[in-house]
């Protein structure tokens, strides 16, 4: 037994000698990049890179388009097809921009690290324990680390970001996301799931927490036990493989000869997978190109309008847009009276360019002389039916006239026969197509009547408004432009109960509790200003219609005011679920999407105030305590524009704070320098951070004497990558990890000292609903807290 042993041990070690050398070449050969090797983004006016040894493919930083909250380039770390006219990012770190002077290390340690311009680590590759001998780019797009037993520890071929490449495989859970936009290289809308019941699905994904919605495309190769992977073969043909090699081709058409083209799929960031090719330089292309460029072979699915339609999500082309397939790709369009949201990028819907029906007193959709429908023939939104009209009687004219007679209906949908569809704000999922059996009648005022902002040349037609609603309402004659009531103090002194109830105490006075005395059946709430400073009372009523005049759904309604004597008080409209403090720092802390939902809408209604008015108006007490939230906690932002009234109560109120309660008051205040929006955006930032972690920053500087404030300790925690400290109690927030960070650090960049280093509301809000990359922020340096 002993002697037949011994030539079976000879035997397995003569295969098993030849494999371990056969590795050990391979890792050898792979291996041309060493520790201390260092990539400078921007280095002597150029990207380097490491290029792979037949030159196919680079590594290294790609210049971005220049990034308009910091008016400085920023720069990819990728991979791309380097011997093509324009250089092709198959692969990226697309959460991580940074800045020119940012470098990525193969350190003497063994680790590959990017850090930037600073010199903070930014990104580390995960090697677990393993130590990097050497790196290699390869000739297949592979991006590899190597270790001392030349095995490779990390790959960016499992890491993929939007592309697969020939030689590369989507094992089981694998993804690719899509890209935000053309240029925007951050996680998009749309996902790739090799998933594990062996299907290959392509599902929307609702940013920023990437939860996904309904799939619009799937293989049908659902096999739990098959063990499935998807397949990108060296002949350019893409297929689900099994592990008794079952294959379901993805691939339907040729990609051509792989001497002659590259190839690569995609999913891009419309939404569609699709197959390129492209001529190599060695080949001669079709003499009528002029320069050669990549060629879609393939789309899944081929109509991208008709296959993103659920009842979740925006559709293909976001909110209140429709989209038309235009050869194989879907091209977004906005009715009548819309503009696309962002005109760089379609994809992200249509604004309308009025003021949204509230079906308030002087809302413009009451008055039938002040409302015209456009009409778009074979469109639909299919899924934001409320109402359906039905019977003989019903003609297009007549679904004009149920969509006119009820302020809530945005469009109307007639069917050519007897039936009319209502549809509600925000339209989504909107389609054009010959297949589609529907006239489309859109509500909006006639001759742009109204507008975001009313300014003071609208006035005449203000005037109109309020003679329409006086005679349509009964207004007593103490109403005044715009719906905005005068009220006697004895009417607002019988509303409240001769103000018994008392609601809250701020900055700028006592809210109370009352019963509006034109409709008994809504409750109002009564601000009783405790000074106005240097206002007469035609100054102090100027100022208040001004306010008044400004109407966003993330702002509380002003509906009138009183004026007699030393009495200024303001009505606005009640909030049944009190302000964001009492939420947020109750026991029960809300739901982490709900509290990013109601981060959205703050950040909407202060880049309303500060961008979309005519006037700009800077908050100037931007906290938890000023955020009211309505019956379906939708916040709203209170007491815009009495900084102007009381000014000189904000200052004393600013420098009351002291050292180890940071507050939300920028170090401007302290410093008496001049007020700009941007200490909104730092007051904001500091209440970013608490709804991060349901902490108020006020609180937490006068706990245990402590001298650190709230934002110092979560910038020491996202410094030292700790950030799931402060969600340790929150599933849901541990679960987006992600989401969590970048809204930490969309708060970093808003409590920058320096107000230039602050971004404005509204990147912020793009940073923050994911339509805008988030690059590494500085430290905040000083804060308030040490700087009073």
Not at 143 to 171: H, K, M
Not at 246 to 272: C, H, K, P, W
Not at 645 to 658: F, G, T
Request: hydrophobic share 35%; glycine share 8%.
């Amino acid at each position: 037994m002993a002697f037949r042993a011994k030539p079976f041990r000879l035997c397995l070690l003569s295969l098993v000698f030849p494999l371990l050398s056969a590795i050990l070449a391979v890792g050898q050969s792979n291996c041309g990049i060493n520790l201390g090797s260092v990539l400078t983004a921007g280095a002597g006016g150029t990207s380097r890179a490491w290029i792979s040894p037949a030159g196919e493919f680079a590594f290294g930083f790609q210049p971005l388009v220049r990034s308009p909250s910091t008016n400085q380039d920023l720069f990819l770390l990728a991979i791309w097809y380097n011997q093509i006219p324009k250089p092709t990012i198959v692969w990226s770190l697309n959460d991580h921009p940074v800045q020119e002077g940012s470098r990525i290390q193969i350190t003497d340690e063994g680790q590959l690290i990017l850090y930037n311009s600073q010199g903070q680590q930014v990104w580390v590759a995960e090697t677990g324990n393993e130590r990097i001998a050497c790196a290699g780019m390869l000739d297949s797009g592979n991006f590899v680390l190597i270790n001392g037993a030349s095995i490779y520890i990390w790959e960016s071929f499992r890491l993929p970001t939007d592309t697969i490449l020939p030689g590369q495989r989507l094992s089981k859970d694998g993804r690719l996301f899509s890209r935000r936009s053309d240029t925007d290289y951050a996680d998009g809308k749309f996902q790739l799931r090799m998933q594990l019941d062996g299907n290959l699905v392509l599902y929307p994904v609702f940013l920023p927490t990437q939860a996904v919605a309904k799939a619009y495309w799937a293989s049908g190769t659902n096999r739990p036990d098959a063990d499935s992977e998807l397949v990108f073969d060296e002949a350019g043909l893409i297929y689900i493989e099994d592990r008794n090699r079952n294959i379901f081709n993805v691939t339907e058409r040729d990609l051509g000869s792989r001497q002659e083209f590259y190839y690569m799929a995609r999913i891009d960031y419309d939404g569609a997978l699709r197959h390129y090719n492209h001529p190599r330089g060695n080949y001669t292309a079709d003499a009528r190109r002029h320069s050669p460029a990549w060629s879609v072979v393939q789309t899944t699915p081929e109509d991208m309008c008709s296959a993103v339609l659920g009842e979740l999500g925006s559709g293909a082309c976001g909110y209140n847009s429709y989209c038309v397939s235009s050869n194989g790709r879907p091209n977004c369009l906005c009715p009548e009276g819309y503009s696309h949201a962002d005109p760089l990028d379609t994809s992200q819907g249509c604004m309308p360019n009025f003021q949204l029906p509230s079906c308030q007193q002087n809302g413009w959709e009451l008055n039938a002389d002040f409302v015209e429908f456009t009409e778009l023939n074979n469109t639909n939104w299919p899924f934001n039916d409320y109402e359906l009209q039905t019977g003989p009687q019903v003609d297009k004219e007549m679904c004009k006239e149920f969509c006119l007679r009820d302020c809530f209906c945005a469009a109307a949908i007639y069917n050519g026969k007897d039936q009319c569809w209502k549809k509600r704000f925000p339209l989504s999922n909107g389609i054009q197509s010959a297949s589609v059996n529907g006239i489309a009648l859109i509500k909006v005022p006639r001759n742009n009547e109204t507008t975001l902002c009313p300014e003071s040349k609208d006035r005449y037609i203000g005037a109109i408004f309020f003679f329409y609603h006086k005679k349509m309402l009964n207004l007593q004659p103490t109403s005044t432009l715009y719906g905005i009531r005068r009220y006697t103090y004895k009417e607002l002194e019988e509303a409240t109960g001769s103000f018994k109830q008392q609601l809250g105490r701020g900055s700028f006075g006592t809210v109370y509790k009352g019963v509006n005395p034109y409709n008994p059946m809504r409750y109002i709430a009564i601000k009783r200003l405790d000074m106005a400073v240097n206002e007469g009372e035609n100054e102090f009523t100027t100022e208040v219609n001004a306010i008044g005049q400004t109407h966003h759904k993330n702002l509380v309604n002003l509906l009138g005011y009183c004026d007699e004597g030393n009495n200024r008080l303001l009505v606005y409209e009640y909030m049944s679920n009190g302000s964001l403090a009492s939420l947020l720092f109750s026991i029960s802390r809300p739901r982490w999407n709900q509290r990013l939902q109601i981060a959205f809408g703050i950040a909407r209604g202060l880049t309303y105030l500060h961008e979309e008015c005519s006037t700009q108006i800077i908050h100037c007490d931007v906290k938890p305590q000023n955020i009211l939230l309505d019956e379906y906690l939708v916040p709203k932002i209170s007491d815009f524009g009495l900084a102007k009234l009381l000014l000189s109560e904000q200052s004393r109120v600013a420098r009351s704070h002291i050292r180890g309660t940071v507050g939300y008051f920028a170090p401007e205040w302290f410093r008496k320098a001049s007020i700009t929006a941007k200490v909104d955006v730092y007051s904001f930032g500091v209440m970013l951070l608490e709804i991060v972690c349901c902490m108020s920053s006020v609180k937490f500087g006068m706990e245990d004497d402590e001298e650190e404030g709230l934002v110092d300790w979560i910038y020491e925690c996202y410094s030292e990558e700790k950030l799931e400290v402060l969600v340790e109690d929150d599933e849901e927030a541990r679960n987006d990890m992600k989401g969590v960070t970048r809204v930490v650090m969309v708060g970093i960049w808003c409590i920058q000292e320096d107000p230039s280093l602050r971004p404005s509301m509204r990147r912020v809000t793009q940073m923050l609903e994911g339509v805008a990359q988030v690059s590494h922020p500085p430290s905040p340096s000083l804060f308030a807290s040490s700087s009073s």
